[in-house]
């Protein structure tokens, strides 16, 4: 059974930076791609970036300037910093695996659990 | 950006229904479009991908259909525990994107 646990600071104050960190049990860690997904309170779900085995990356364009995600295939782990975050920046985030299909065809079949990240003051 | 909209927003149903979502991208995306179930305070689960092929262990009373720019999502049948939020996602291009969510509930 894939299991994916999720690990991070929970309050932050405008400025600092987010960082928090994906394991992955249970299943094999190389030949999927690992995304990072959020949730602001009362909102939808927003995709916030994905990591290729290979360590390539795709980011939301406007989290691009303040995001980095990174990998870590010894440990079956991969990470996200936000920088320089503000209220905005809350939010419930996900970390989730990234089963590819063939072609454009991707999903997130399992995700961890969810870490509560709030901004403020 | 490709732009998903759900309708509903919400609907009220009750248990027994069956009850049908929509979702709809501002270009084709094929079929590269999954849903998942979203309940308060647990991960979401991936239930079709590929517009209508079946995550391991998803009931079959959930189904997906459609191609091109429109896409469904119907529950049968509907049990207690269906009663949650549900979202739809294009995997056709980057950034993913997914539509504002439909509430069902009682």
């Known amino acids: 059974q894939v299991q994916l646990q999720q690990w991070g600071a929970g309050l932050l104050k405008p400025s600092e930076t987010l960082s928090l960190t994906c394991a992955v049990y249970?299943?094999?860690?190389?030949?999927?791609?690992w995304s990072w997904i959020r949730q602001p309170p009362g909102k939808g779900l927003e995709w916030v970036g994905e990591?290729?085995?290979?360590?390539?990356?795709n980011y939301r364009p406007s989290l691009r300037s303040r995001l980095t995600v990174s990998i870590d295939t010894s440990k079956n782990q991969f990470s996200l910093k936000l920088r320089s975050v503000t209220a905005a920046d809350t939010a419930v985030y996900y970390c989730a695996r990234v089963a590819y299909c063939g072609g454009d065809c991707s999903s997130f079949d399992y995700w961890g659990q969810g870490t509560l990240v709030t901004v403020s003051s | 950006d490709i732009q998903m909209t759900q309708s509903p927003s919400s609907l009220s149903a009750s248990v027994g229904d069956t009850i049908t979502i929509t979702c709809r991208a501002s270009q084709n995306i094929g079929t590269s479009l999954n849903w998942f179930q979203v309940k308060p305070g647990r991960a979401p689960k991936l239930l079709i991908f590929a517009a209508s092929r079946f995550h391991l262990g998803v009931p079959t009373t959930f189904s997906g259909a459609g191609s091109g720019s429109v896409f469904t999502l119907t529950i049968t049948n509907l049990h207690p525990e269906d009663f949650a939020i549900y979202y739809c996602q294009q995997s056709y291009s980057f950034p993913r994107t997914f539509g504002q969510g439909t509430k069902v509930e009682v």
């Open positions: 990591i290729r085995h290979s360590g390539s990356t």
């Open positions: 249970g299943g094999p860690f190389s030949g999927y791609y």
